[in-house]
């Protein structure tokens, strides 16, 4: 995996953080600390998306950050983990996968 798509997960993980935050922030502290994950999301979001398809990126770091919130929901605040939600978020993450894997890095035209 190269730096740009290392960039794509970075800034999903930061957007679980700022979801958890829009729903849990009840403190001046917790809502600048949402603040500032949204921002550093969606810079490195742009950032990785100058050098690769902005809908595969886009659609990568929506399926991860889903995903990624709903594992934090579970483990983080105890909501409950079905067959059927693990079997769907099995399911995205192939589709995240799959789209990283025959996304070519240079196929975004103009990309350096």
Same mark, same amino acid.
């Given at each position: 995996?190269?730096?740009? !798509?290392?960039?794509?997960?970075?800034? *999903?993980?930061?957007?679980?953080? !700022?979801?958890?935050?829009?729903?849990? *922030?009840?403190?001046?502290?917790?809502? =600048?600390?949402?603040?500032?994950? =949204?921002?550093? %999301?969606?810079? =490195?979001? =742009?950032?990785? %998306?100058?050098?690769?398809?902005?809908g595969?990126?886009y &659609?990568?770091?929506?399926?991860?950050?889903?995903?990624?919130?709903?594992? &934090?929901?579970?483990?983080?605040?105890?909501?409950?983990?079905?067959?059927?939600?693990?079997?769907?978020?099995?399911?995205?993450? &192939?589709?995240?996968?799959?789209?990283?894997?025959?996304?070519?890095?240079?196929?975004?035209?103009?990309?350096?």
């Amino acid at each position: 995996m190269n730096s740009n !798509w290392m960039q794509v997960v970075l800034a *999903a993980f930061f957007e679980v953080g !700022w979801v958890i935050g829009l729903k849990h *922030a009840d403190s001046f502290p917790a809502w =600048i600390g949402t603040i500032i994950a =949204i921002l550093i %999301s969606f810079y =490195i979001l =742009i950032k990785s %998306s100058e050098k690769l398809p902005v809908g595969t990126v886009y &659609a990568v770091f929506v399926g991860l950050g889903t995903a990624g919130t709903v594992l &934090a929901d579970t483990l983080l605040f105890s909501e409950a983990m079905s067959f059927g939600k693990a079997s769907l978020m099995g399911l995205l993450l &192939a589709g995240v996968i799959g789209l990283k894997l025959v996304t070519n890095e240079t196929e975004k035209k103009g990309a350096e």
